[in-house]
């Protein structure tokens, strides 16, 4: 399943933006950072709470779980839980990706 | 002996498993809540755990060394018993559905003391009271993000499933496991004395 967004609506260098779909049920974190965007899970996948853009990681708030922005991995515990990271792809006006 | 008593009712959009998830997470006392230390677990088996904390007073910069037991004493109730310097507290925790949508946390707090401790009484009532806002403002954020993930298929230690056909509303038959368990080697567990009666 993909779904658009328009570049509007995307985040500038250094920021983040969530993006839920109740449908789909999933939510989505995409940042920016050195001019590429990543795609990931809005859901720690420790038990779910938010994750935040911190710095040069991903945080949850919850139980300051912290992950890598590049492979997802959790950096300051020791599990091996990561976060979903996304493919997507430019189109005209945005971005695509596919949250299946 | 003088015992000073008050119940504190809130209400919210989520299960009572995911109230009992909040109500028995270790580690979110640190990360969530400024009234806590991160707390030293003594012990802990299904149902029941002992720790020593330090509990910041409300209105005041101190805070205060405190053991706690807590057990899951029914499917609806929890207690903990708090032994400070100056008190001994026992709380229960009623968590009950009232309809499809929303669950009930009733909180009765009790304070046993003697006379010259009664009169401080009043003003305890009000600490108490305050004290339970807090805690429950604090905590309602992770009681709706915990129902929404779980009405989205999200699986504990893994997230939401890849496949959409995965993806089904997990919060009716979501079970809280008390208490909640955690990573290895965290913080919490380190106290010599820990132990564990859970495999």
Not at chain 1, 76 to 97: H, P
Not at chain 2, 48 to 60: A, I, S, T
Not at chain 2, 168 to 195: L, M, Q
Request: with cysteine; hydrophobic share 40%; charged share 25%.
């Amino acid at each position: 399943m993909q779904v658009e967004i328009k570049f509007l609506d995307l985040p500038v260098e250094g920021g983040s933006v969530t993006f839920d779909f109740p449908d789909l049920k999933q939510e989505i974190l995409i940042i920016k950072k050195g001019g590429r965007f990543m795609v990931y899970s809005s859901f720690c996948p420790h038990f779910g709470g938010p994750l935040e853009l911190k710095g040069d990681r991903l945080h949850c708030y919850f139980h300051d779980y912290e992950f890598s922005l590049t492979d997802g991995k959790c950096l300051n515990r020791d599990t091996s839980v990561k976060c979903s990271l996304f493919n997507f792809s430019i189109i005209e006006d945005g971005i695509c990706v596919d949250i299946t | 002996m003088k015992i000073l008593k008050v119940v504190c009712e809130n209400f919210v959009a989520a299960t009572p498993e995911v109230v009992k998830w909040n109500s028995w997470d270790s580690e979110h006392l640190n990360s969530v809540h400024g009234a806590y230390d991160a707390p030293k677990y003594l012990l802990t088996r299904e149902g029941e755990v002992l720790f020593v904390d330090r509990v910041k007073v409300p209105f005041f910069r101190i805070r205060l060394k405190c053991l706690v037991f807590a057990i899951q004493w029914d499917s609806e109730n929890q207690i903990t018993y708090t032994l400070t310097p100056f008190f001994l507290a026992k709380n229960t925790i009623n968590v009950q559905q009232i309809n499809d949508g929303t669950t009930r946390v009733r909180v009765i707090y009790e304070f046993s003391g003697n006379w010259i401790q009664a009169l401080l009484f009043p003003i305890f009532k009000i600490l108490i009271q305050r004290w339970n806002q807090t805690v429950w403002e604090e905590d309602l954020p992770l009681k709706l993000r915990r129902q929404k993930a779980l009405s989205y298929g999200f699986i504990d230690f893994r997230g939401i499933p890849d496949k959409m056909e995965m993806r089904k509303d997990r919060t009716g038959i979501y079970k809280a496991s008390i208490p909640v368990p955690t990573t290895r080697n965290v913080e919490e567990f380190s106290h010599p004395f820990f132990i564990s009666g859970r495999s």
